[in-house]
């Protein structure tokens, strides 16, 4: 007996399809984070496009999106996840710093070392000078120790992008 295989016609892309609402290989910014900092409801930046955020699409609450794109910086530096992921949310100036610092950190490490543990933002302050920008200091704790991290965020097209970064 043979068996008569058809095939399936492939499904057309389509960018209306709410699926394929995403940047491929940009940071998504909807996972939680230790220590219950996203416990506000998530909202993700992905969709928005306008220079000023209107009660169609209300930018997303700074405190927790900060807190996921800082956790994200962190793991960029530390080598567990790709720069090009920050692209989306970063100035030009923000994106070059943060890749030399990511080339920095990866050329002290030693090939024998054993990692020190998984780096994860602990706190996070925000000061909002402005309605459409604002000011976040943020603790990073890496086992025992701590550093600190200050970024400013600004609107752009409709989202939050780091314009400015200081890794301690």
């Known amino acids: 007996m043979t068996q008569t295989l058809t095939r399936q016609p492939e499904a057309r892309w389509s960018a209306e399809d709410p699926a394929n609402q995403c940047v491929q290989g940009s940071l998504a910014l909807s996972y939680p984070l230790p220590g219950g900092l996203d416990a506000e409801p998530r909202a993700t930046a992905l969709t928005l496009v306008r220079d000023e955020p209107g009660p169609v699409d209300p930018l997303p609450a700074v405190e927790p999106w900060a807190a996921r794109f800082l956790q994200g910086v962190v793991e960029v530096i530390s080598s567990d996840r790709p720069l090009s992921q920050l692209v989306r949310w970063t100035s030009e100036q923000v994106y070059v710093d943060v890749g030399r610092r990511q080339r920095a950190v990866a050329a002290r490490r030693r090939p024998t070392a054993v990692p020190p543990g998984r780096h994860h933002v602990a706190t996070v302050h925000v000061s909002r000078p402005g309605r459409l920008c604002a000011e ?21 097209r409709g989202r939050w992008v780091c314009t400015a970064i200081i890794l301690g």
């Open 136 to 156: 976040v200091a943020a603790r990073v704790v890496t086992g025992s120790r701590s550093r600190a991290l200050a970024a400013r965020f600004e609107v752009h």
